[in-house]
């Protein structure tokens, strides 16, 4: 099964944005070697180029590097992988709390039914 | 983004255009079909000819392989005109089938290693072998999605310059089409290019680096998929609709 996109964005932002949360998850650990390219493609059902593209924008942002011959690895550096989690987690939030204003709540009071709703959820 | 292309391609490889077009015109009698058609593909591309039923995509993969003249304008592969040297660079995936039905898939390998000198035998048997497609099975057997499935293995088993394809996937179930655009995902070189035709776009467009439409014989769009989505904020299929409003 392929990967899924959405319509309204370029593929290579999307392929970033599903790569850098299989980075946070662990799903490749910090010094993993990466699948070459072609094989990634061929996994999210897309064109090479673009994934390649996808890739060298992570490079850039240092969270793989390529060894010449060797392939690509994830980065060692576990802080930029935590950076990661940390950007993910409040891009998620973003979203939590601009849908939750639109329904006419105050910031303050957001606040407060996260806080509900995970005492809720324990209990 | 040419920085991308410039390390898939490596530096040993000729930066000539794959294909080159220019102002082509095809007239059936009075009726033109493609009026001044003009676009360069680069090497390495995988390439989407869209556009609505009878929009002149058939006939203008017809003029590429040569099976049919231009009025006016011109063709290059890799440099060179139409003509029995580009045959052997051009491996074409024809609308309809020319294969005949009561071949066994043995004798059209047999055809096909004798027909063309950059035919991979090993690589086209392998492919029908994943599919449980015996050499002894003959074409009249099969469903329309397997015999879609063979002659598309025969074509990318193929070591070309330049792979027409037209309509791979028209006519079979999501799961054969999945299978068939795998099989070009593998079989792509990125010293090769790939035009297909399609107007099935949704299933397709995450593997084209580029999407040509095609409206009443002239090029209305011509830019890379990422650049186009992030221009008009919408996807390939979602841009066709628009264009193309009935």
Known sequence: MTWSFDDNLPIYLQIIRILKSDLARGKYQPGEKLPAVRELALEAGVNPNTMQKALAELERDGLVKSQRTAGRFVTEDKEKIMEISKTLAYDEIAKMVENISSLGYEKKDILQLLERYLAEQEA | ?246
């Open chain 2, 1 to 246: 983004m040419n920085d991308t292309m410039d390390m898939i391609q490596g530096g040993s490889v000729s930066q000539k255009a794959v294909l080159q077009v220019n102002s082509l015109c095809k007239s059936y009698g009075n009726h033109p079909v493609l009026e001044g058609v003009g676009f360069t593909i680069p090497r390495g591309r995988i390439v989407g000819l869209l556009g609505p039923n009878g929009c002149g995509k058939s006939t203008l993969m017809k003029l590429i392989s040569g099976l049919t003249q231009p009025d006016s304008g011109e063709i290059l592969i890799d440099g060179v005109l139409p003509s029995k040297q580009t045959k052997s660079m051009i491996s074409y995936l024809p609308e309809r089938t020319y294969l005949n039905d009561w071949m066994k898939i043995k004798d059209i390998l047999n055809l096909f290693s004798d027909f063309y000198a950059d035919f991979d035998l090993e690589r086209a048997k392998a492919m029908l072998s994943d599919l449980n497609i015996s050499a002894d099975s003959k074409l009249k057997t099969m469903s329309k999605g397997t015999k879609e499935k063979v002659q598309l293995i025969l074509v990318m088993s193929r070591r070309a310059h330049l792979y027409l394809l037209d309509e791979p996937i028209g006519g079979v179930d999501p799961a054969a089409r999945e299978y068939i655009l795998n099989t070009i995902l593998k079989n792509f070189e990125e010293t090769s290019s790939i035009l297909i035709s399609t107007h099935l776009i949704q299933d397709v467009e995450t593997i084209f680096d580029q999407v040509l439409f095609l409206n009443h014989g002239k090029i209305v769009i011509n830019g890379e998929v990422d650049e186009i989505r992030s221009t008009y904020g919408k996807s390939i299929d979602g841009l066709f609709r628009e264009v193309f409003k009935c």
